[in-house]
């Protein structure tokens, strides 16, 4: 694909920091090969309805410290439909456009596959605060999310110390706990409830009460959204638990998903964006851009799609050693 003339790029599912870096990467990597970028507004929606716009230099400036996506991102249940997706690859191809780029997670990227079974070539972006997508080491808005929610949990804490209270804090992470075991291994938190790890509400309870006997003056719990046990189900069984902990309840909620990206995520971002141009001008496809023992990879969509098995005995016992 050497003559390619026209890609298209298109950011899917939750935003995550970073996706405008990654954006900004395509298009002007692009445009040094001589290849124009259309933008697919609203993610797969747009993409349903052939909502196109160019993108060149111009429209991608100013764009690497800031948050969101200027893309848009919205849901489309109806994108599983073969009809659908079919639909999709018409708009493209009545557009000109020869290859797609998909900036996102593991829903995106089923997208992705969809429409590499149909032929259409397409190249995928590891995108995604949870880090949930497989073989990849670290994906586009992590680091930031990381960073946000260990900025507020150093906040929380004086308060903890200051009134003697555990603190729950829910961070996001439906099907992975790599957010919520990371952080509480960045925080120092006493303990992290994660959807890989079944934990009962009292074993939490008697260690709250073991923390407090041995002399301890907060206790900070970091939850998953998607853990067995819910953070506000734990909040309401340890404030009327026998021992009286005075337990409360915070949710970062999408301000995880927010601010101005990291460093590590610009870099990491422009870094992936580029290296998907270059895969489709050496003609592959059906695969998505990570990174494994630093280096830029190519990974199959089958593979990425994969279980993820971030969250492993070795962390969680790290963290459950450095919590006494």
């Not at 970028?37 to 993409?47: C, D, E, F, I, K």
């Not at 002399?215 to 026998?242: M, P, W």
């Amino acid at each position: 694909m050497s003559n390619l003339k026209r890609v298209a790029v298109l950011t899917s599912g939750g935003d995550a920091p970073g996706m405008n870096a990654a954006i900004r990467a395509v298009v002007r990597a692009a445009l040094s090969h001589g290849i124009e970028t259309m933008g697919v507004m609203s993610g797969y929606a747009g993409l349903i309805e052939g909502q196109f716009r160019p993108l060149d230099s111009w429209a991608v400036s100013g764009i690497l410290q800031r948050g969101g996506t200027i893309l848009h991102s919205a849901r489309a249940p109806s994108f599983s439909f073969p009809e659908t997706q079919q639909q999709a690859v018409r708009h493209l191809e009545k557009a000109g456009i020869e290859a797609l780029i998909v900036i996102g997670g593991n829903g995106s990227q089923q997208g992705t596959l969809a429409l590499h079974r149909l032929g259409f070539p397409v190249v995928g972006i590891a995108s995604t605060i949870d880090n949930d997508l497989a073989v990849t080491e670290i994906t586009i808005g992590v680091d930031t999310a990381l960073n946000t929610a260990v900025g507020y949990i150093d906040k929380l804490r004086d308060t903890a110390t200051s009134h003697h209270r555990a603190f729950l804090i829910e961070v996001m992470g439906r099907d992975s706990g790599y957010l919520a075991v990371t952080t509480a291994i960045a925080t120092g938190a006493e303990m992290a409830v994660v959807p890989e790890l079944s934990i009962d509400p009292e074993t939490i309870a008697q260690d709250v009460q073991a923390a407090y006997a041995r002399g301890k003056t907060h206790y900070i719990v970091v939850v998953a959204e998607g853990a067995q046990v819910k953070a506000r189900h734990l909040t309401d069984y340890l404030s009327h638990h026998t021992s009286a902990v005075d337990a409360r309840l915070s949710i970062l909620g999408h301000v995880q998903r927010g601010g101005s990206p990291t460093v590590r995520d610009r870099v990491l971002a422009s870094q992936f964006g580029a290296a998907a141009v270059q895969s489709l001008l050496e003609g592959h496809r059906g695969i998505v851009i990570g990174l494994a023992k630093g280096q830029l990879i190519e990974i199959p969509l089958e593979a990425v799609l994969a279980p993820s098995e971030k969250v492993t005995p070795q962390l969680l016992a790290l963290a459950q050693i450095l919590s006494h």
